[in-house]
């Protein structure tokens, strides 16, 4: 009797979060997936079961083009603001003795977020033109004559621009597993005689595991389905699979747009169940 | 300098019958005494209850001006709403809300393919006191007789229909008009007179290896693919049976040649927005890409050089109008048919002028014009004073004309009206491939 009462009750609590979770999560992605084998024209989504959206999709070279793009973003990405997000992570952790200069170090880290992303993102447009503040800087010290042009409205653009809005998802994660690590490990490591690289490759970097499949997944997702960024830092000139979504929506294309976003969050759930596999997260948790 | 036709705010509560209109603004306007004249003795079928309409117009961003709602409850009493959607949201609200709008405000090639959806009603001609002034360009598509008729989507080929019920599109102009047009233009090529040493004459400079990775091309697939075309026919490289209409292989030629051109490093960036446009040129990143007539007196107003450059093959040319929703009847209806009156009165097509859009009613937007400004805009002479943007900006000074000429000069010698394509899927999958690649 007692054990019915409990469970009846621990159905009650989590109510509330299944709810929410099906109004806002599951109703709307089976949505997304219902609509992507409707048919459309012009002006209309016509409901009905065809899996042309799909053939088309998967058999275009221009989705496997744009994936491979979007791969390469993520993962040029990816490397940066884990080398540099790690970087930080680790001078904040072991280098700052204080924790009072360490909680500084951290907020300054977080002043740039306080802006819209889209601001940070804008504003390396006239530092990287053609005649921007870089390329003036760089031609009046007569380190080159001509501006260079690969600055703006490239790949280089676009990753740059993603590493500096994401590193900071990074930082975080990989920050609180280091605070985690116990101090006696490092000590330890360094009685039995290990180098400062041994120490950082046998004890720091597995213990700091789960915070960067964390960051990874973070940036990983965000990096995959954006598209504002690699529609302003390309000069549109480059696609990924967001700005391909987007361009369907806008022109109405829904049911093409909900099949490319099908095919796009299949995508991201094998890559993010890969990390977890490699990975278990739930000891940060 | 604009001339201002007040009226006294409740003149129809009056019964209507004391309409008197005073007029100020310039010294210089003679005309005004006309045209003052021209928005009264309107047919007072309704009565005072009209200052309880209200009119929900919806339509893309260029002619949606508060200005025009607040001119309209100034002078004709009753209240118009206006929402600005892109061009996209409108012609799908347009089908599939057919009761959220009483006014349609859209492009002719929207028009195309939402009139036959019978959610509009076309309009009765002989109840239009203005008709009369309407350019030819929207009743035979000829400006002047022996002008030719450009492809795509004509606005005379869809602003007509054969009855007051019927959605077939009638082949010359009858007594029911689908759209009142309103506001069209010219568009062409902006180029950096400062950056670029030689004179441009045609579309195919756009593509011209002397401003690799310093070209712009607009990035909607429907107007971009049109640019595209008149490049590629004007490089000899495609020729098309009517560009407005393209075949599958026509589309696939074109994107062929634009997808070189891109690989070959030709395009600096593609936009999609009126001011990334405007940045693009005044940053000096671009020195000759499409543009529209705005955004280059936006780049100008910056003290920047830029020119609309009229070229030889002709402009690429767009159009607007607006139409009434199936629904509206009674006095709603006649509100409705007061305001398409009124707008081709002649006060908004002045606004539109001094947009450097046209006015498709241009005899009664000449009365709400200075003489300079109307010879400026209209007639493609040097500007004798400042000119003057409707929000009272200085656009040109003295001794500016406007590039391309005079309205005959840009109007007569349009190759290309924006339109939509039945082979317009395939269009939009080849475009992506030109983004893509």
């Known amino acids: 009797m007692a054990f019915d009462t409990s469970k009846r009750s621990s159905y009650f609590l989590i109510t509330p979060m299944a709810a929410i979770f099906a109004v806002f999560l599951v109703i709307p992605l089976l949505t997304i997936v219902i609509v992507s084998f409707w048919d459309y024209d012009e002006y209309r989504i016509l409901p009905d079961f065809i899996l042309e959206n799909y053939s088309y999709l998967l058999g275009s070279s221009v989705t496997w083009k744009i994936y491979l793009n979007t791969l390469k973003y993520a993962a040029l990405t990816w490397v940066f603001t884990l080398s540099i997000g790690f970087t930080v992570a680790y001078f904040l952790a072991f280098h700052v003795r204080s924790l009072t200069w360490q909680i500084v170090l951290f907020m300054l880290c977080t002043i740039p977020f306080w802006t819209s992303n889209i601001i940070r993102m804008i504003s390396w447009i006239p530092f990287l033109g053609r005649n921007g503040l870089l390329n003036s800087a760089l031609i009046n010290l007569g380190i080159v004559d001509q501006p260079l042009e690969f600055l703006l409205f490239s790949d280089f653009a676009v990753v740059l621009a993603d590493v500096h809005l994401y590193t900071l998802f990074m930082v975080v994660p990989i920050f609180n597993s280091m605070m985690r690590i116990d101090r006696s490990l490092i000590e330890a490591a360094r009685d039995a005689g290990a180098s400062g690289f041994e120490t950082l490759k046998s004890v720091i970097v597995p213990l700091s595991k789960p915070g960067i499949a964390i960051g990874s997944i973070f940036v990983i997702t965000v990096v995959m389905g954006d598209f504002i960024t690699v529609r302003l830092m390309s000069g549109g000139q480059s696609a990924s699979v967001g700005l391909q979504i987007s361009n369907e929506i806008g022109l109405l294309q829904y049911p093409a747009a909900a099949a490319s976003a099908v095919v796009l969050l299949i995508t991201v759930l094998l890559i993010v169940t890969g990390l977890l596999r490699l990975v278990d997260i739930r000891k940060e948790l | ?437």
Not at chain 2, 50 to 71: C, E, H, P, Y
């Open chain 2, 1 to 437: 300098m604009t001339i201002e036709t007040k009226k006294s705010k409740n003149l129809l509560s009056d019964a209507g019958v004391s309409r008197r209109g005073f007029v100020k603004g310039a010294a210089a306007v003679t005309g005004a005494a006309i045209g003052s004249g021209a928005i009264t003795g309107f047919p007072t079928i309704w009565a005072q209850n009209i200052k309880n309409v209200t009119l929900r117009q919806f339509g893309t961003g260029v002619s949606n001006i508060n200005a025009v709602a607040d001119k309209v409850k100034e002078d004709l009493g009753f209240t118009l709403q206006m929402t600005a959607l892109d061009s996209d949201a409108v012609a799908q609200r347009a089908v599939t809300q057919p009761n959220s709008f009483d006014i349609a405000d859209i492009e002719y090639w929207i028009c195309k393919k939402v009139f036959p959806a019978g959610t509009m009603q076309p309009m009765d001609t002989t109840k239009l006191k203005n008709y009369q002034y309407i350019s030819k360009l929207f009743i035979d598509g000829k400006l002047t007789p022996d002008s030719e008729i450009a492809q795509g989507t004509a606005p005379h080929t869809v602003g007509f229909v054969e009855g007051a019920d019927s959605t077939t599109f009638a082949s010359a102009p009858t007594q029911w008009m689908t759209l009142i047009p309103t506001i069209y233009n010219a568009d062409t090529l902006g180029i950096r007179p400062d950056l670029i040493s030689r004179p441009i004459t045609s579309w195919a400079d756009l593509l011209d290896p002397e401003f690799k990775g310093k070209a712009s091309i607009l990035n909607i697939p429907s107007i971009g693919i049109m640019d595209a075309a008149m490049v590629c026919e004007a490089m000899g490289e495609v020729t098309y049976g009517d560009k407005g209409n393209m075949t599958q292989e026509e589309i696939d030629k074109t994107i062929a040649v634009m997808i070189d051109a891109k690989k070959a490093g030709q395009f600096r960036a593609f936009w999609k927005s009126f001011d990334e446009s405007v940045n693009l040129m005044a940053s000096g990143e671009v020195v000759i890409q499409s543009m529209w007539s705005p955004a280059v007196a936006a780049v100008r107003s910056k003290g920047i050089a830029c020119t609309y450059q009229p070229l030889k093959e002709g402009y690429r040319a767009w159009g607007g109008g607006i139409g009434l929703a199936k629904h509206l009847s009674g006095l709603e209806l006649e509100a409705a048919y007061e305001y398409i009156d009124w707008y081709l009165s002649g006060w908004v097509g002045a606004y539109l002028n001094r947009q450097g859009y046209y006015s498709a009613a241009p005899e009664t937007a000449k009365k709400f014009m200075s003489e300079d400004e109307w010879g400026f805009w209209m007639e493609g002479k040097e500007a004798q004073g400042d000119i003057l943007s409707p929000d009272g900006k200085v656009m040109e000074k003295a001794g500016a004309v406007r590039d391309g000429g005079s309205y005959e000069e840009r109007m007569g010698s349009v190759a290309c009206w924006n339109s939509v394509m039945d082979e317009n899927k395939h269009m939009v999958r080849k475009w992506n491939e030109f983004i893509a690649a």
